[in-house]
């Protein structure tokens, strides 16, 4: 991760903990970041140390969250493209 990127993520952690208190719902903290401006990789790193979760869980929750249809559209396409790319190059 660079630094930039770092030091974006280390301000939200320390944004949602002053804001959220130190056990906020997963519900509030999304809607906390999305309101913030923080989305994506950045967002799911931030879920990670504020709620103290792995990957999986906080991956679940940014994705699962109602405010995060266009990424998971997004990915999910992303997805669909790529394994359509694969199944081409398969068959050349």
Known sequence: MDAARSARVDAA???A???LGPSPEMSVLQRDLFDA?????????????VMGVGLAEANEAFFGSPLRAAE?????WFIDALA?????????
């Open 17 to 19: 903990e002053v804001e």
């Open 37 to 49: 401006g923080v989305h994506g990789a950045d967002a799911v790193m931030v879920t990670m140390r």
């Open 13 to 15: 952690v320390r944004t």
């Open 72 to 76: 998971r559209d997004f990915q999910n």
């Open 84 to 92: 359509s790319a694969a199944e081409t190059d398969e068959r050349q």
